[in-house]
Protein backbone atom coordinates (compact mmCIF):
# COMPACT_ATOMS: atom_id res chain seq x y z
CA UNK A 1 0.00 0.00 0.00
CA UNK A 2 1.35 3.32 -0.96
CA UNK A 3 2.74 5.59 1.81
CA UNK A 4 0.99 9.02 2.39
CA UNK A 5 4.01 12.15 1.32
CA UNK A 6 5.70 13.45 3.68
CA UNK A 7 4.87 17.55 4.60
CA UNK A 8 6.74 19.91 5.50
CA UNK A 9 7.20 21.18 9.10
CA UNK A 10 4.37 22.94 10.70
CA UNK A 11 6.65 25.87 11.56
CA UNK A 12 6.88 28.32 9.42
CA UNK A 13 9.90 28.90 7.38
CA UNK A 14 11.40 25.29 7.96
CA UNK A 15 11.57 23.14 4.99
CA UNK A 16 12.34 19.77 6.90
CA UNK A 17 10.19 16.86 6.04
CA UNK A 18 7.81 15.22 8.47
CA UNK A 19 5.00 12.79 9.17
CA UNK A 20 2.74 15.75 10.43
CA UNK A 21 3.72 18.64 12.36
CA UNK A 22 6.40 19.98 13.30
CA UNK A 23 9.53 18.44 13.04
CA UNK A 24 11.69 17.14 16.23
CA UNK A 25 13.64 20.57 16.48
CA UNK A 26 10.59 23.10 16.80
CA UNK A 27 8.32 20.45 18.82
CA UNK A 28 11.52 20.54 21.38
CA UNK A 29 11.29 24.10 21.12
CA UNK A 30 7.21 24.08 21.55
CA UNK A 31 7.43 22.03 24.39
CA UNK A 32 10.05 23.95 26.06
CA UNK A 33 7.51 27.36 25.95
CA UNK A 34 4.88 25.70 27.05
CA UNK A 35 6.11 24.36 30.09
CA UNK A 36 6.12 21.24 32.09
CA UNK A 37 2.86 20.32 34.14
CA UNK A 38 4.22 21.76 37.54
CA UNK A 39 5.26 24.41 35.68
CA UNK A 40 1.62 24.85 34.23
CA UNK A 41 -0.03 24.45 37.68
CA UNK A 42 -0.84 20.54 37.59
CA UNK A 43 1.34 19.69 41.19
CA UNK A 44 1.18 17.10 43.90
CA UNK A 45 -1.56 19.00 44.89
CA UNK A 46 -3.43 19.24 41.83
CA UNK A 47 -3.44 15.02 41.60
CA UNK A 48 -4.56 14.18 44.72
CA UNK A 49 -7.86 17.10 44.35
CA UNK A 50 -7.81 15.32 40.83
CA UNK A 51 -7.98 12.11 41.97
CA UNK A 52 -10.30 12.87 45.15
CA UNK A 53 -12.85 14.75 42.66
CA UNK A 54 -12.74 12.06 40.37
CA UNK A 55 -13.37 9.19 43.54
CA UNK A 56 -16.69 11.48 44.47
CA UNK A 57 -17.51 11.50 40.84
CA UNK A 58 -17.00 8.31 38.64
CA UNK A 59 -19.13 8.63 35.72
CA UNK A 60 -18.44 11.11 32.34
CA UNK A 61 -21.33 13.61 32.80
CA UNK A 62 -21.59 13.78 28.55
CA UNK A 63 -21.77 10.22 28.01
CA UNK A 64 -22.00 8.24 31.19
CA UNK A 65 -18.56 5.97 31.10
CA UNK A 66 -16.22 5.77 33.97
CA UNK A 67 -14.56 9.09 34.17
CA UNK A 68 -11.17 9.57 34.09
CA UNK A 69 -10.56 13.81 33.54
CA UNK A 70 -11.72 16.50 35.71
CA UNK A 71 -12.11 19.30 33.75
CA UNK A 72 -12.24 22.89 34.05
CA UNK A 73 -15.69 24.18 33.00
CA UNK A 74 -16.82 26.42 31.55
CA UNK A 75 -14.31 28.06 31.71
CA UNK A 76 -10.70 26.55 31.61
CA UNK A 77 -7.98 26.64 34.42
CA UNK A 78 -5.93 29.49 32.61
CA UNK A 79 -9.36 31.74 32.36
CA UNK A 80 -9.62 31.41 35.83
CA UNK A 81 -6.34 32.51 37.56
CA UNK A 82 -6.50 35.25 34.95
CA UNK A 83 -10.02 36.57 36.85
CA UNK A 84 -7.98 36.21 40.06
CA UNK A 85 -9.53 32.95 41.19
CA UNK A 86 -8.08 32.35 44.22
CA UNK A 87 -9.30 28.49 44.01
CA UNK A 88 -9.04 27.48 40.22
CA UNK A 89 -9.53 23.92 41.26
CA UNK A 90 -12.13 24.18 43.73
CA UNK A 91 -14.90 21.29 42.79
CA UNK A 92 -17.03 23.80 41.60
CA UNK A 93 -15.54 24.43 38.74
CA UNK A 94 -14.62 20.69 37.45
CA UNK A 95 -16.85 18.74 35.84
CA UNK A 96 -15.79 14.91 35.11
CA UNK A 97 -14.99 13.65 31.87
CA UNK A 98 -14.07 10.40 29.96
CA UNK A 99 -10.93 10.76 27.93
CA UNK A 100 -12.82 11.17 24.50
CA UNK A 101 -15.32 13.24 25.86
CA UNK A 102 -12.64 15.81 26.73
CA UNK A 103 -10.78 15.42 23.91
CA UNK A 104 -13.81 16.51 21.68
CA UNK A 105 -14.78 19.34 24.11
CA UNK A 106 -11.40 20.56 24.28
CA UNK A 107 -10.90 20.81 20.59
CA UNK A 108 -14.42 22.79 20.34
CA UNK A 109 -13.87 25.01 22.85
CA UNK A 110 -10.48 25.72 23.32
CA UNK A 111 -8.68 24.68 19.76
CA UNK A 112 -5.73 25.65 18.51
CA UNK A 113 -3.40 25.11 15.72
CA UNK A 114 -5.25 25.06 12.52
CA UNK A 115 -8.52 24.79 14.31
CA UNK A 116 -7.97 27.64 16.03
CA UNK A 117 -8.63 29.59 12.76
CA UNK A 118 -11.99 27.90 11.44
CA UNK A 119 -13.13 29.36 15.40
CA UNK A 120 -14.65 32.22 16.87
CA UNK A 121 -13.72 33.06 20.69
CA UNK A 122 -16.78 31.93 22.81
CA UNK A 123 -17.25 34.64 25.45
CA UNK A 124 -18.66 33.93 29.08
CA UNK A 125 -19.49 36.04 31.91
Known sequence: MPRKPRTPC????CSELTNGG???KHRRQREAQRGSASE????LAWQ???KAYLYANP???LCGRQATV?????LSRKQL???GEPNPDAPKHLRPLCKPCHDRETARNQPGGWAAERQTPKRFG
Open 10 to 13: SQPG
Open 22 to 24: PCP
Open 40 to 43: RGYD
Open 48 to 50: RKR
Open 59 to 61: WCT
Open 70 to 74: ADHWP
Open 81 to 83: KAM
